[in-house]
Each structure stands twice: as C-alpha cells, then as structure tokens.
C-alpha cells in the first residue's frame, strides 16, 4: 500500500510538472507566433510599397491676399484622384504659413503629369478656379511635392506652383 500511495504521489507529481511544461511551450509558440506575424506585416509593407513608389503631396499658401482656397482636386496620370475640403480655420492655418500634408501616393519612377484645381474665392470675393498643370520626375528616393499658391501683385491675382522637396 506504501508503495502504491508514493507510486500515486509520483504520478500526480510528474503529471503536473508536464502540464506545467506543456503551459510554458503553448505560451513560447504564442509568443513565436506573434513575433512572426509582425516581421510578415513589416515584409508586406516593404514589398508592397516599397521606398522607390513613395510620394507625397504638401500645400502651401504665401500671402492669400488675392486667393483663398476652399477646396482642391489634384490628379495624374497614375494617380488616384484626390479632393479635400478645407475649413475656414485650415485656410487661416494655410494664411499663417502652416503647410498642409494633402496626401501620401504611390507611382513610379519616371515623369508624372500633375494637376491639380483649386477653387476658392479671389481679392474681390469671386469664387474662381485656380489650376496648376505641370510635370514632375520621380527617382527611386522618397518624393515630397509642395504645391504653393502665391501672390501676385502686379497682376492682382494668384498663381501656382509645383516644387519637389
């Protein structure tokens, strides 16, 4: 009977010791498993755009006397066309000389035609349209594009302009 009690005791011991090492490898898989899938969501990433499609689009506005944006339509050829709204605290941000990250795309290296349409209202509280057309190259680095809406004094109206940072 001794030695089918401390043979019982044996038992429930080892049992319980394996339970224990089977509890610490479920939780070493899970572990392994979580590290895994955040290297895969960083290869997803990485592969599916990578640093040589990176673009970016930035809104500048110097002055606004003689032009305040309300909204602004950008497009190209490869690029998926882009609207947005402003507010009238973004345009006094815009005023004050904030600059507006508009939007983040991907396209290929090469030439890119952009143009973008900016309607707002002008030094006599017209609404008119302001276009921009133009082309700008992308390289296999990161492309920041600032589009800028300046004065222009002598003819009492606004222009814009592309310039890749």
């Known amino acids: 009977m001794k030695f089918w009690v401390a043979g019982m ?3 429930t011991t080892s049992l319980a010791l394996a ?3 089977s509890a610490l490898n479920v939780e070493q898989a899970k572990r ?3 590290e895994l899938n955040n290297e895969l969501i960083t290869i997803e990433k990485q592969l599916t755009s990578p640093i040589v499609s990176k673009a970016a689009v930035y ?3 110097a002055d606004g ?3 305040k944006p309300m909204s602004v339509e950008l497009s190209g050829a490869g690029i998926a066309p882009i609207t947005y709204t402003y507010t009238e605290k973004e345009v006094q941000a815009l005023s004050a000389g904030a600059i507006q990250p508009l939007a983040d795309f ?3 290296p090469g030439f890119h035609k952009l143009r973008a349409v900016f309607k707002g209202k002008d030094g006599n509280q017209q609404i008119r349209n302001l276009v921009y057309e133009g082309t700008f190259r992308k390289t296999d680095q990161h492309l920041k594009l600032l589009l800028t809406i300046s004065d222009n004094s002598a003819l009492h109206s606004a222009s814009a302009t592309l310039k890749a940072w």
Request: hydrophobic share 70%; no cysteine; charged share 10%.
């Open 9 to 11: 005791l044996w038992l």
């Open 19 to 21: 339970a224990d090492d």
């Open 32 to 34: 392994s498993v979580i």
């Open 59 to 61: 809104i500048a506005l």
């Open 65 to 67: 006397q003689f032009f």
């Open 106 to 108: 991907v396209v290929s």
